[in-house]
């Protein structure tokens, strides 16, 4: 997965965030028993109706909690508002992360255990 915002462990796994190229989803990818090699990317989560270049969050548990919409787009070079972009609310999202089984994840959709 290129584009990776964040990157997070989770039940031997790499849990990723994904924002580039109008990609936007949650992916995860199990790594070797030595942890340098990580194994095909399973989505858990893409094209959720409130993405809006998704980023940071935490890990709790068995669960991701994180911004679905950073709003990055709205800021100029410089980090300032454009003058005609307003700043939405902010959203945080709940991901359940499954534990060890592959669980394919449809459009708009979050995978669960």
Same mark, same amino acid.
Request: glycine residues 12%; without cysteine.
């Given at each position: 997965? +290129?584009?990776? $915002?964040?990157?997070?462990?989770?039940?031997?796994?790499?849990?990723?965030?994904?924002?580039?190229?109008?990609?936007?989803?949650?992916?995860?990818?199990?790594?070797?028993? $030595?942890?340098?090699?990580?194994?095909?990317?399973?989505?858990?989560?893409?094209?959720?109706?409130? !993405? $809006?270049?998704?980023?940071?969050?935490?890990?709790?548990? $068995?669960?991701? !909690?994180?911004?679905?919409?950073?709003?990055?787009?709205?800021?100029?070079? !410089?980090? +300032?508002?454009?003058?005609?972009?307003?700043?939405?609310?902010?959203?945080?999202?709940?991901?359940?992360?499954?534990?060890?089984?592959?669980?394919?994840?449809?459009?708009?959709?979050?995978?669960?255990?």
């Amino acid at each position: 997965m +290129r584009g990776i $915002d964040v990157l997070y462990v989770h039940a031997g796994a790499l849990i990723g965030i994904q924002t580039v190229l109008g990609l936007e989803r949650v992916g995860r990818a199990h790594l070797s028993a $030595d942890g340098r090699h990580a194994g095909p990317v399973q989505i858990l989560e893409r094209a959720h109706p409130t !993405f $809006d270049e998704p980023t940071t969050g935490v890990v709790v548990g $068995d669960t991701l !909690f994180y911004l679905a919409n950073s709003q990055t787009k709205r800021l100029d070079d !410089f980090g +300032r508002l454009e003058p005609s972009s307003r700043i939405g609310g902010t959203i945080l999202l709940r991901l359940r992360l499954p534990a060890h089984e592959i669980i394919p994840a449809r459009r708009g959709t979050t995978a669960r255990p």
